[in-house]
């Protein structure tokens, strides 16, 4: 109970703060990103919250990876975990949907699916920053959603009296996966507790806990491995059923054991006053000002959905779930999930550095703790599971950036040797150090893209090496970094797949806009720039600037088409670059080292007006947890991170007209500027003029200000 007491006197003290500050919850709108390939969560949550409450709509393919599709029309329940803007389903666990009357549960899950299914509109749906609400065409039962961080707080209003309601849980229906094994277990009139057990992308488990506001008349389960419950009500016209429904990652006492924790003392509505205030609070990181609502709302939406993950993936007592299935405690750090590093790296974190300080020394350890269960850093783990999807290890620079930054509460040595060790063994890693590169003859596919994103990763562990003393590893790693030389083929201009012999593959068919087994969703274009760490070395491999620069500018003149295979992940196209994914996200940058930031800035503007919207379709590709929407916020405070990590901030001309950065440690830092237009023809910080596009780390986090003079 002391965990509740603590969020009524925080709900309290966050209501005085909001009543005296923007509500820039207000700005929050969740379905931009829910049409197109945007893939968002659309529903209920606090920032970095365990629990994603929302709906789920019957699955129809690739565009309902979240469980939801703003062209969808109908809802067969609502569920406790969601991913958002992945390229690949999962979760949906524990689904609840109000009916009235029983369901003929012995007959085939689909069929169960059309008894339970109703449509809706979106004219009957509301959706906020940690509050879900929808009038269900059938029998126009209301439900309503909130959530605290382990706990989702329903609220089903019946409109009609004298018959039978029915809150009918499915622990078979999940998003694109299979329930393996299922519990449910009623404990006392108000409450049931189980776990599902399901394989898909991941293989996880979810324990819950279901308590009623009110005393179920009849369970109308066929036995506790059963994959259907019904709990049965009694309902008189206007009637509301409230259940708290909880999860745990260990175990159905330790999810009973956060429901009681955080809201058995609160009522549905302190907890969705609870769950907006957190919003407010954490939304206020960034306090800037716009030239109109379809910008600040695009803006703010962006910065919500960097926050919805990594998520809390312990109890209220710090147990959770390692990688090697064994139960942990957390004592000393809160231990997290759902890291897209692949997609993260690059935008997300190193704003994290900047905008989320409190928040890495949690995320750092559960890294470090992640090696030490399953020998290397995490890649893609969702649900103490790592599906190691995508390519290279891109947990290194995430690590080695908050090591270069100082961020303090991390065992720098220890987190070194976490980050050498994910740099051999597995995934083509002893090919890379025995040939410099990985291979396309010796059964690694995407060797392109493997070895690239190994080279960054190498030269991200070079400058840790170098941070703390280790000269040799320093020397080692950084030379490793540089042979993406070893893959340029001067013969046509781009880097390609070499075979152990160090042949190039044959060039018969070679069309740089056509996808290929050697690149990971991407084609020979959008590659040729995966060299963060080392443009300058890079442009001199292209032939000097002048050179560098034809090739920048033809790759946004190329025709967007592609072949008719090409990956779903390859959208957002201007010519040959694409916005949609993750690998071209720092080329626009690039312009700022041939001396050409003008084109930098005219770029970069373009993406932001006419990629990014306010709209449902307002996201040009995947989500992929936050990596789009920090891009857009990086962008309109006016800086990118091209580096993977160290913190030097190549400079744009910022979207926002003022914005007041929470840095930490009670610091500020200001962006202003003056004038219109679209380029940045000075930058003073601080008063002096900046030498050059580049702001470093330091200059920011220890609060100051940026004023930028706009041109045309």
Same mark, same amino acid.
């Given at each position: 109970?002391?965990?509740?007491?603590?969020?009524?006197?925080?709900?309290?003290?966050?209501?005085?703060?909001?009543?005296?500050?923007?509500?820039?919850?207000?700005?929050?709108?969740?379905?931009?990103?829910?049409?197109?390939?945007?893939?968002?969560?659309?529903?209920?949550?606090?920032?970095?919250?365990?629990?994603?409450?929302?709906?789920?709509?019957?699955?129809?393919?690739?565009?309902?990876?979240?469980?939801?599709?703003?062209?969808?029309?109908?809802?067969?329940?609502?569920?406790?975990?969601?991913?958002?803007?992945?390229?690949?389903?999962?979760?949906?666990?524990?689904?609840?949907?109000?009916?009235?009357?029983?369901?003929?549960?012995?007959?085939?899950?689909?069929?169960?699916?059309?008894?339970?299914?109703?449509?809706?509109?979106?004219?009957?749906?509301?959706?906020?920053?940690?509050?879900?609400?929808?009038?269900?065409?059938?029998?126009?039962?209301?439900?309503?959603?909130?959530?605290?961080?382990?706990?989702?707080?329903?609220?089903?209003?019946?409109?009609?009296?004298?018959?039978?309601?029915?809150?009918?849980?499915?622990?078979?229906?999940?998003?694109?996966?299979?329930?393996?094994?299922?519990?449910?277990?009623?404990?006392?009139?108000?409450?049931?507790?189980?776990?599902?057990?399901?394989?898909?992308?991941?293989?996880?488990?979810v324990y819950y806990a279901i308590r009623f506001n009110r005393p179920v008349g009849e369970f109308g389960i066929e036995d506790y491995n059963a994959r259907y419950a019904q709990a049965v009500f009694s309902v008189e016209p206007g009637t509301e059923i409230c259940a708290q429904v909880s999860i745990s990652p260990v175990s159905e006492m330790g999810a009973l054991q956060n429901l009681l924790a955080e809201t058995s003392a609160l009522t549905f509505d302190q907890v969705r006053e609870y769950a907006r205030n957190r919003w407010n609070t954490e939304l206020s990181r960034v306090d800037a000002s716009f030239s109109s609502d379809s910008q600040a709302r695009t803006f703010y939406t962006a910065l919500y959905h960097t926050m919805i993950a990594p998520q809390q993936w312990n109890d209220v007592t710090g147990d959770y779930m390692g990688s090697d299935r064994q139960i942990r405690r957390s004592p000393s750090f809160r231990n997290h999930t759902t890291w897209s590093l692949w997609d993260t790296y690059r935008a997300l974190h190193p704003m994290a550095t900047l905008l989320m300080r409190d928040k890495?020394?949690?995320?750092?350890?559960?890294?470090?703790?992640?090696?030490?269960?399953?020998?290397?850093?995490?890649?893609?783990?969702?649900?103490?599971?790592?599906?190691?999807?995508?390519?290279?290890?891109?947990?290194?620079?995430?690590?080695?950036?908050?090591?270069?930054?100082?961020?303090?509460?991390?065992?720098?040595?220890?987190?070194?040797?976490?980050?050498?060790?994910?740099?051999?063994?597995?995934?083509?890693?002893?090919?890379?150090?025995?040939?410099?590169?990985?291979?396309?003859?010796?059964?690694?596919?995407?060797?392109?893209?493997?070895?690239?994103?190994?080279?960054?990763?190498?030269?991200?562990?070079?400058?840790?090496?170098?941070?703390?003393?280790?000269?040799?590893?320093?020397?080692?790693?950084?030379?490793?970094?540089?042979?993406?030389?070893?893959?340029?083929?001067?013969?046509?201009?781009?880097?390609?797949?070499?075979?152990?012999?160090?042949?190039?593959?044959?060039?018969?068919?070679?069309?740089?806009?056509?996808?290929?087994?050697?690149?990971?969703?991407?084609?020979?274009?959008?590659?040729?720039?995966?060299?963060?760490?080392? !443009?300058?070395?890079?442009?001199?491999? =292209?032939? $000097? &600037?002048?050179?560098?620069?034809?090739? #920048?500018?033809?790759?946004?003149? @190329?025709?967007?088409?592609?072949?008719?295979?090409?990956?779903?992940?390859?959208?957002?196209?201007?010519?040959?670059?694409?916005?949609?994914?993750?690998?071209?996200?720092?080329?626009?940058?690039?312009?700022?080292?041939?001396?050409?930031?003008?084109?930098?800035?005219?770029?970069?503007?373009?993406?932001?007006?006419?990629?990014?919207?306010?709209?449902?379709?307002?996201?040009?590709?995947?989500?992929?947890?936050?990596?789009?929407?920090?891009?857009?916020?990086?962008?309109?405070?006016?800086?990118?991170?091209?580096?993977?990590?160290?913190?030097?901030?190549?400079?744009?001309?910022?979207?926002?007209?003022?914005?007041?950065?929470?840095?930490?440690?009670?610091?500020?830092?200001?962006?202003?500027?003056?004038?219109?237009? !679209?380029?940045?023809?000075?930058?003073? =910080?601080? $008063? &002096?003029?900046?030498?050059?596009?580049? #702001?470093?780390?330091?200059?920011? @986090?220890?609060?100051?200000?940026?004023?930028?003079?706009?041109?045309?």
């Amino acid at each position: 109970m002391k965990r509740a007491y603590i969020l009524i006197l925080s709900l309290i003290a966050a209501s005085v703060l909001c009543a005296e500050t923007r509500q820039l919850a207000d700005y929050v709108d969740p379905r931009i990103g829910s049409a197109g390939h945007g893939h968002v969560f659309v529903g209920a949550c606090v920032p970095w919250g365990m629990v994603d409450a929302g709906p789920v709509q019957p699955y129809h393919g690739w565009d309902w990876c979240s469980g939801y599709h703003a062209s969808g029309d109908s809802i067969v329940g609502f569920a406790q975990t969601h991913l958002s803007g992945t390229g690949c389903s999962d979760l949906g666990d524990i689904t609840i949907m109000p009916v009235y009357g029983l369901v003929n549960t012995d007959t085939t899950h689909h069929e169960i699916l059309e008894q339970i299914a109703s449509t809706y509109t979106h004219d009957n749906e509301i959706v906020q920053a940690g509050y879900y609400k929808v009038r269900l065409d059938k029998n126009y039962i209301t439900a309503e959603i909130t959530a605290s961080e382990r706990v989702a707080l329903y609220r089903f209003t019946f409109p009609r009296g004298n018959r039978t309601a029915n809150i009918f849980l499915d622990l078979e229906n999940g998003i694109g996966d299979r329930a393996v094994e299922t519990r449910i277990w009623p404990i006392d009139s108000h409450t049931m507790v189980g776990y599902r057990k399901s394989r898909g992308w991941s293989r996880h488990i979810v324990y819950y806990a279901i308590r009623f506001n009110r005393p179920v008349g009849e369970f109308g389960i066929e036995d506790y491995n059963a994959r259907y419950a019904q709990a049965v009500f009694s309902v008189e016209p206007g009637t509301e059923i409230c259940a708290q429904v909880s999860i745990s990652p260990v175990s159905e006492m330790g999810a009973l054991q956060n429901l009681l924790a955080e809201t058995s003392a609160l009522t549905f509505d302190q907890v969705r006053e609870y769950a907006r205030n957190r919003w407010n609070t954490e939304l206020s990181r960034v306090d800037a000002s716009f030239s109109s609502d379809s910008q600040a709302r695009t803006f703010y939406t962006a910065l919500y959905h960097t926050m919805i993950a990594p998520q809390q993936w312990n109890d209220v007592t710090g147990d959770y779930m390692g990688s090697d299935r064994q139960i942990r405690r957390s004592p000393s750090f809160r231990n997290h999930t759902t890291w897209s590093l692949w997609d993260t790296y690059r935008a997300l974190h190193p704003m994290a550095t900047l905008l989320m300080r409190d928040k890495l020394s949690d995320w750092a350890n559960t890294m470090i703790h992640h090696w030490r269960e399953q020998g290397e850093l995490p890649v893609w783990h969702l649900h103490s599971y790592d599906t190691y999807c995508m390519v290279g290890e891109p947990g290194v620079p995430v690590l080695a950036d908050m090591i270069l930054k100082d961020v303090q509460g991390i065992d720098y040595e220890e987190a070194f040797k976490a980050m050498k060790q994910s740099m051999h063994g597995t995934r083509g890693k002893d090919q890379l150090w025995k040939y410099g590169y990985i291979p396309f003859d010796l059964g690694q596919g995407e060797s392109v893209a493997k070895s690239l994103e190994y080279y960054l990763a190498a030269w991200s562990v070079a400058q840790v090496a170098g941070k703390l003393g280790h000269s040799e590893d320093s020397a080692r790693y950084a030379q490793l970094a540089g042979n993406y030389r070893k893959l340029y083929d001067q013969r046509v201009g781009y880097i390609r797949a070499k075979d152990q012999s160090g042949n190039f593959r044959p060039l018969h068919n070679f069309a740089p806009n056509h996808q290929t087994a050697d690149y990971t969703e991407g084609n020979p274009w959008h590659y040729l720039w995966l060299v963060p760490h080392d !443009i300058p070395g890079l442009i001199d491999l =292209l032939g $000097g &600037k002048e050179k560098a620069e034809a090739r #920048l500018d033809s790759m946004f003149l @190329v025709s967007s088409q592609l072949n008719s295979d090409a990956n779903p992940d390859i959208t957002g196209l201007i010519g040959q670059y694409c916005h949609g994914n993750e690998p071209s996200h720092h080329t626009l940058f690039v312009y700022n080292y041939i001396g050409k930031p003008r084109k930098t800035q005219a770029r970069v503007h373009q993406v932001l007006t006419t990629l990014y919207t306010d709209k449902p379709d307002g996201i040009c590709g995947n989500e992929d947890v936050g990596q789009m929407s920090a891009w857009y916020v990086m962008a309109s405070l006016g800086m990118y991170q091209v580096e993977p990590c160290g913190g030097r901030y190549q400079l744009c001309a910022p979207a926002v007209r003022e914005a007041k950065l929470n840095v930490g440690d009670g610091k500020t830092f200001v962006i202003k500027t003056r004038g219109t237009g !679209i380029y940045a023809r000075r930058w003073k =910080l601080n $008063g &002096k003029p900046l030498k050059g596009t580049v #702001l470093n780390h330091r200059d920011i @986090v220890s609060g100051g200000t940026l004023e930028v003079e706009l041109c045309n």
